[in-house]
């Protein structure tokens, strides 16, 4: 029951952007955009800035990069075979790559494995931020409406404020530069705004998925990949790490997280299939509610 309270205040917020714009019909790529030139640089600023960088960054950087790879490759594989077109491939990459390790997954941990647990979660959470606002970005733009190429969508990732802000709090933090506090409030009320608002937009977005235009078996295979392959993959590799317990069962708790909400803001951004990355989204937040637990009661919590 505590599990499921975790669970339902994200819920409560996907729900509440799905009938607000049943009733009000927002703009969303609007909305998106602000979340994605604002809101999201300010986090990812605060996000580097404020968090230490041990030893630990070395084991949880080696997980998520190499994570992150197997699943590409998994998802291009796939893509390749079901004879994909680029805007459903990247798409799939979105949804199967990218998982929800922030506002979802970070409070789970807390809730399993206490402070020491959570710890380690929003350092997990701040490289998987710095990848799918790089990476996730990439194929955003890659399997956009516009069509653009490889080296068209390296020179957007490059001039996303959300890169420049992550990379300024890594520098300010190494160099001890103090942020004066009244500076810091400011920036920290533009990324508390950033996760919501997110979420927030996959709700908005779900309200007006055409049903039509959503290729299901697409998102079947990308919740296959995401709520069942990515945690056996890490099952499999925390084995071979020489790390505490207790981090590689946050490593696995992380891996099994639903596709992660800013997705949704990148394709929406982007036109890069939104619905069926939305869907996506849903379905595996949804399906979560069971896995999760799954997943905690084999690692013994």
């Known amino acids: 029951m505590n599990l499921l309270m975790i669970m339902l205040p994200v819920l409560l917020i996907f729900a509440t952007g799905f009938l607000a714009q049943k009733k009000f019909g927002f703009d969303i790529k609007s909305i998106s955009r602000m979340a994605l030139y604002i809101m999201s640089p300010a986090l990812a600023f605060r996000t580097f800035y404020a968090n230490e960088i041990t030893i630990d960054?070395?084991?949880?950087?080696?997980?998520?990069?190499?994570?992150?790879?197997?699943?590409?490759?998994?998802?291009?594989?796939?893509?390749?075979?079901?004879?994909?077109?680029?805007?459903?491939?990247?798409?799939?990459?979105?949804?199967?790559?990218?998982?929800?390790?922030?506002?979802?997954?970070?409070?789970?941990?807390?809730?399993?494995?206490?402070?020491?647990?959570?710890?380690?979660?929003?350092?997990?959470?701040?490289?998987?931020?710095?990848?799918?606002?790089?990476?996730?970005?990439?194929?955003?733009?890659?399997?956009?409406e516009e069509g653009a190429s490889i080296q068209e969508s390296l020179r957007r990732m490059v001039r996303m404020p959300v890169l420049h802000g992550a990379i300024l709090g890594v520098v300010l933090q190494l160099t001890g530069v103090s942020i004066p506090v009244n500076f810091m409030d400011a920036i920290s009320l533009v990324a508390d705004a950033s996760i919501p608002t997110v979420m927030l937009i996959l709700g908005m977005q779900l309200a007006v998925i055409s049903r039509k235009r959503v290729a299901y078996r697409f998102v079947s295979i990308v919740t296959v990949i995401r709520m069942v392959i990515s945690?056996?993959?890490?099952?499999?590799?925390?084995?071979?790490?020489?790390?505490?317990?207790?981090?590689?069962?946050?490593?696995?708790?992380?891996?099994?997280?639903p596709s992660a909400a800013n997705?949704?803001?990148?394709?929406?951004?982007?036109?890069?299939?939104?619905?069926?990355?939305?869907?996506?989204?849903?379905?595996?937040?949804?399906?979560?509610?069971?896995?999760?637990?799954?997943?905690?009661?084999?690692?013994?919590?």
């Open 231 to 257: 945690p056996v993959i890490a099952i499999i590799a925390v084995h071979f790490m020489p790390i505490p317990d207790l981090l590689k069962h946050v490593f696995i708790i992380q891996a099994a997280m």
């Open 57 to 144: 960054y070395y084991y949880i950087l080696l997980f998520s990069f190499g994570l992150n790879i197997i699943l590409a490759l998994i998802v291009g594989a796939v893509s390749y075979f079901t004879k994909a077109t680029r805007q459903q491939m990247s798409a799939m990459m979105l949804g199967g790559i990218f998982m929800n390790q922030g506002n979802y997954g970070a409070p789970i941990v807390l809730f399993a494995f206490g402070a020491a647990g959570f710890d380690y979660a929003v350092i997990m959470m701040v490289f998987q931020s710095f990848l799918m606002n790089t990476v996730g970005l990439f194929f955003a733009s890659l399997g956009g």
């Open 263 to 301: 997705t949704t803001m990148l394709a929406v951004q982007f036109n890069t299939e939104p619905d069926l990355v939305s869907f996506t989204t849903f379905i595996t937040t949804i399906l979560s509610i069971i896995s999760i637990p799954l997943i905690l009661i084999y690692i013994g919590v």
